[in-house]
């Protein structure tokens, strides 16, 4: 949960100190209180980043032939994001 809302946070270009837009636009919006989970556009919103990232990593690495070899291309596209 929270790395969504940092996620939003940051692409909406909402300061730190902003805690009015972090409750109305983020909060609100992404957390249901009465559960302590994600609202639907909460799981929405991190099904997209998810699937974003499923995208990229998949036209990147080769369809997988065994784990071992999987996994060391999985690892090697990581390092490359990370250096990002």
Do not use: C, H
């Amino acid at each position: 949960m929270e790395i969504l809302l940092i996620s939003e946070k940051n692409r909406l270009g909402i300061s730190d100190e902003d805690k009015n837009s972090i409750k109305t636009q983020l909060i609100e919006k992404y957390v249901d209180p009465n559960i302590n989970s994600l609202t639907v556009s909460g799981r929405n919103s991190l099904n997209g980043y998810a699937n974003a990232g499923y995208r990229i990593l998949s036209d990147k690495m080769p369809k997988p032939g065994n784990a071992a070899s999987f996994i060391s291309a999985w690892l090697n596209e990581m390092k490359k994001i990370e250096k990002k």
